[in-house]
């Protein structure tokens, strides 16, 4: 397996010497920033034409198929579209946060996906409470959407917002107690600790039992802190026309497409870091031979595969499942999954103590 | 820089009814000359626009129920790009006004209209929104949609078939590429036509005499 | 020819009241009229909902200028509707009625539309671009004493100022069309719904006063496009009956059939639509796959998708096609074993149980007093199948059952129509083998010409009773032309059940009770 870290080393170490060291920092976190904005960029579009034709192929469809071969170009097509579509002032809207919303959910979404570890050391955030700052990082990004609820002078906007508010931070807590779950299990929250170990077999099947739980209620958290079906409440197209962003146009509206949809394989992302092992292979004690095989697939396919395996199973739920009620959401997280996680918890702990994990 | 005739993949040009039309547009776009670098990116943004049609969902009556049947799976618009219909106006591209526009909706349907982003187009699907169709003499309906609005295509069917609904968008999808968005007109609407305050709208033409 | 009973004016409300007593508790239609000089005057159409009789009352006002007749609001619940439909028409006041307002028109309208002397130049009423302002305070006749005026204007304001009051629509994904409630909310809870419909109305009754009897049927489409055929067919079935022609057993049994395919066709929609209004698209898409099949069918028979403009006076436009009957029966074969596929997916979802049940439970009797007819009628237990009823075409030769549920809520309501398509294939099983030889249409004269006198005729529609009224005065256009709308009793009722529910409940209580607006906009 490749290891990025010694090839990160020598571009550091040769920008150390060529520039002096603040000036490399500075080149340094240019550099990273560009190649995360890019790679945030690349997957939103490889996302959404992903979203398109699943979807299709669920409803007996053929999707995009005119623009570029298979259609591949149709999403460069509607980003061509909605850069140049004009923005426009709301009459009465509170200017300053109206604008700020939909940066602070991309920020918001972009800082969390440069935790995603892609490969050993491919990786822009790491260091020893990687977990918690994702955490952290990911649920600000409800702040934007309230915002842009509140600001924009819209009723829809608004119920929609609020909507989200009492979804998105009900649901932070059993995706943190899953998270919290795997991290009993694995003793650290650095996240590159958190792949590494997952070597000798990923936590979802050490962890048996209660990882499989906090897997499932991982899942479900996941898509509703995401606000896609069946707990797209906020957006609810055929009851608040088009939820907390009705009244936003062009790239406005863009930031929160693209961002709901990276907010996905984020979701996914971090699903395959804690549970599917991340970038490391597949596994079968005993079986020397296919573990070398295994070892020559690069780990970001590792990674790659694994993430859109899980943000296909959520697209698949998507599609298929009507949407919840706003108290029937709410009696979901409470009544049901925040118990269950915490239960969860205790036995993760309880077996982790007793040494009763594979 | 000239602009060349828009070719789209799914029909031959010559193929298509009223190439007339768009060979006038593009001889008026032609008369002015434009840098080659400005008319490439205005052709990479025509094509991004052209192919990439959110239409409104907008339906007052039976076209509505065929413009869901476009959307199902067996006509599938989202081939072409038109994949996407958006609730809100401010996200939507196009407005399909399918089916019949009375007094009491023609207000709402301007009002949906101003609350569009540019770049803007309207798609009069069936009769009714072309001209009232069966419903032309009755009291309380709109003889036809461009009364209130400027029409880029019109579709006309009671109800227009699948078919003939996508022949329109396809038809939309070229006018858009023969639009110049950097250094020329985007749009060529009367005056009169966005003027904010209330206008009456009469049903039939003002006569000559009453004009002068 | 309908016998209706004259009743004066001054002891029409007791009587009213005596009807009811006797069991008179379906109020199937309120026609409104102009008699020129005899005056203007409304047709109430009764019906016992146990034994299936009928009875019609007319009652008449000489004063054109302020023309008043008590209200029956309290009696039918569904009468408040009809009355402010009436209102809007004729200038009909119903004194004591709750909500005097327009209902189809603008509140800024001229005149009343079906009165013979309405002036209709654009003078008059031009095409307006402004927006409608909201009428905030109903307008009541019998007020007494003026000093509680202040107190009773409060008492009567639809909306106040101090709710949180959002639009949905006329403009909206699941209004089904172009309707708009208002509504009043608490947080996500309903607090009152006021509906404005006429956002598509067309006028369609007065356009028929000035054609012929063959051109009036090209409306008849129009008004509900997802029961064409059986709309169609009462409006046909009217004018046979009116004239004393016979069609053939060939026309009653294509009829039948298509009359059928078309209900198969709604209730296909309908499951459609109530999956797309609750996020589910994936059914949406399943729905209309199997509905572009029926549609084929349609296509090659009558020419048209949609709109097929089939049921002529004295038969049907063109005949069969040679393989229509191989057809029709490969689509049931199918369409049987799809349906477990859309319970599967969608109907025996845990999601969609828990969202539909015990939601906008509508009791029998409020079903009856709303005259809420069709699959919502029968959701709440309310036996009113016409096809049952007063058997028309071959209905009375064939086997079905009539589907029944007790609940009245938005799930049952759902099962009705995924029921009843089962219904309908069993139907079209029966006859599809045995169409009998024989004339597709028989010979009309181009000018028909109606005995003078009041005819009606109705037909089970795709989403309940559809009635068709015309009086005519021995011309060769109908005097007035009434049809009853599937839809209008539901609009009441959903005013009704949506309150107290949270705003994602009304989107599924609308989409449950299947109402199609050019339906009830006429």
Sequence with gaps: MIDFSSINSTIDSYLHSVLPAQVATLVECAIIAVCAIVAYLAFAIVMIFMERKVCAAFQCRLGPTRVGFWGLLQVFADVFK????????????????????????????????????????????????????????????????????????????????????????????????????????????????????????????????????????????????????????????????????????????????????????????????????????????????????????????????????????????????????????????????????????????????????? | MEMKKPVIKSIPYEEFKDNETLEALIAEIN??????????????????????????????????????????????????GFEV??????????????????????????????????????VAVGGCAISGGPFKDSYHVLNGIDKIMPVDVYIPGCPPRPEAILYG??????????????????????????HDGPIIVTNHPIKKEDEQ | MMNIENIDIKEFRQKMLDLRATGMDFLREMVGMDWNEEGLGVIYILENSATHEGKEVAVRTANRENPQVPTMSDIWQVAEIYEREVYDFFGIEFTGHPDMRRLFLRNDWIG????????????????????????????????????????????????????????????????????????????????KVDIHCGYIHRGIEKMCESRTYPQTLAFTDRLDYLSAHQNRHALCMCIEKAMGLEVTDRVQYIRTIMDELQRIDSHLLMFSCMAMDMGAITSFIYGFREREKILDIMEEVTGGRLIQNYNIIGGVQADITPDFAAKVKEFCNDQKQRLKEYYDVFVNNVILRNRTIGVGVLSREDAISF????????????????????????????????????????????????????????IIEQLIDNIPEGDYKTKTKPIIKLPEGQFSASVEGSRGEFGVFIESHGDKTPYRVKFRPTGLPLIAVAQKIMKKHKVADLITIGASLDYVIPDIDR
């Design chain 1, 82 to 358: 909605m850069l140049i579509k004009e923005i426009i002032d709301i009459k009465n809207s509170d200017w300053a946060l109206y604008t700020l919303a939909p940066f602070l959910v991309i920020m918001s979404s972009i800082i969390t996906f440069s935790c995603l570890p892609f490969d050993n050391g491919l990786q822009v955030l790491d260091f020893n409470i990687g977990v918690f700052f994702i955490m952290a990082a990911s649920s600000f990004g409800v702040l934007g959407i309230l915002l842009a609820g509140w600001s924009s002078n819209n009723k829809f906007a608004m119920i929609g917002a609020i909507r989200s508010g009492g979804q998105m931070i009900s649901y932070e807590l059993s995706m943190s107690l899953c998270i919290l779950t795997l991290v009993v299990l694995s003793g650290t929250m650095q996240v590159s600790e958190i792949v590494e170990m997952q070597r000798g077999g990923w936590f979802i099947i050490r962890g048996h039992i209660p990882a499989v739980i906090a897997f499932i209620i991982y899942l479900i958290a996941g898509n509703a802190e995401t606000n896609r079906a069946p707990f797209d409440l906020p957006e609810a197209e055929s009851e608040l026309t088009a939820g907390f962003h009705t009244e936003y146009s062009g790239m406005g509206f863009g930031f929160f497409y693209v961002a709901e949809f990276m907010n996905m394989f984020i979701i996914a992302g971090i699903a395959s870091t804690l549970f599917l092992g991340g970038w490391t292979p597949f596994y079968i004690p005993g079986l020397e031979g296919f573990n070398e095989a295994m070892e020559w697939i690069p780990g970001f396919v590792w990674f790659l595969g694994k993430t859109l395996f899980v943000v296909w199973l959520l697209m698949w739920v998507r599609w298929t499942f009507p949407r919840l009620r706003i108290d029937q959401v709410l009696v979901l997280e409470w009544k049901y999954l925040v118990p269950i996680g915490l239960l969860n918890l205790l036995i993760m702990t309880v077996c982790v103590v007793m040494g009763w994990t594979l």
């Design chain 2, 169 to 194: 968008m396809m038809q939309l999808q070229r006018k858009v590429k023969v639009e110049k968005f950097l250094g020329g007109k985007n749009r060529h609407q009367k005056p009169g036509e966005m």
């Design chain 2, 31 to 80: 008369k002015e000359r434009t840098n080659v670098i400005v008319g490439k990116l205005d052709d990479l943004i025509n094509w991004g626009r052209s192919n990439s049609l959110w239409s409104l969902t907008f339906a007052t009556s039976c076209c509505g129920i065929e413009f869901m049947s476009v959307g199902a799976a067996r006509y599938d618009f989202a081939r072409f």
């Design chain 3, 112 to 191: 009343f539309p079906l009165r013979k002397d309405y002036d209709a130049s654009e003078a008059i009423n031009p095409v307006r671009l402004e927006s409608e302002t909201n009428e905030e305070i109903h307008r009541e006749y019998d007020i007494a004493e003026e000093k509680q005026l202040a107190e009773l204007v409060e008492k009567m304001k639809i909306l106040h100022y101090d709710q949180f009051v959002i639009n949905i629509g006329p403009q909206h994904p699941a209004t089904h069309g172009v309707l708009r409630f208002r509504l009043s909310l608490e947080g996500e809870v309903v607090r």
């Design chain 2, 85 to 122: 219909t958006r609730n809100s106006p401010r996200q939507a591209d196009l407005i399909m006004c399918a089916g019949t526009i009375t007094h009491k909706m023609a207000p709402v349907l301007k009002r949906l209209y101003d609350q569009m982003a540019e770049p803007k187009y309207v």
């Design chain 3, 371 to 426: 005259g809420a007819t069709g699959g919502t009628g029968r959701a709440s237990g309310w036996a009113c199948d016409v096809r049952k009823r007063h058997p028309y075409a071959l209905y009375d030769k064939v086997d079905f059952k009539e589907i029944l549920h007790k609940g009245g809520d938005c799930y049952d309501r759902l099962l009705v129509r995924l029921e009843e398509i089962v219904e309908s294939i069993r």
